[in-house]
């Protein structure tokens, strides 16, 4: 007598097969999407982490002598713009070359506000005044500077 497995026993089998590997596939799927999930939120951590350590190191050189300015557009009560601007002790320097160094100072003169960005989409070409957080910041040096830097 030859030994084998019948064909229910054939076709039970490979019906759990595919149970078991229909589930594999929805816990896959799962995990993959938790693991993108996960992978956003820390991107997302890290910017408001480096935000947040930029506004404490301008807030901590806040200079007590020279004026802070908060204001906003009241002639648009739809969309307020909430801006501040104040003058900063530390240490600055610019990324952009001027005659060939770059701009070094311990004051600066610190800007956030609205960024005006622009787009170029579908019937728009211009400037959007997106909610996008603009940091300035013009540093305070006795050198006088050229109006434009070399390019």
Known sequence: MKKGFTLIEVV???????????????????????????????????KLRAITNQLNRDFAGLRPDAPLLIWFDANNPDYRYDQIMFFADGDFQSTQLYSGTPVIGNVARIYYGQASVWRKSAGYLGFDNA????????????????AFPDV
Do not use: C, W, Y
């Not at 089998?13 to 939120?41: D, H, P, Q, W, Y």
């Not at 909610?131 to 050229?146: C, G, Q």
């Open 12 to 46: 039970v089998a490979v019906g759990l097969l595919a149970m078991v590997i229909a589930f594999s596939s929805v816990i896959f799927k799962v995990s993959i999407e938790t693991r993108r999930t996960a992978g956003a939120n820390a991107e997302i951590m890290q």
């Open 131 to 146: 909610r996008t957080l603009a940091r300035r910041t013009h540093i305070l040096t006795a050198d006088s500077l050229p």
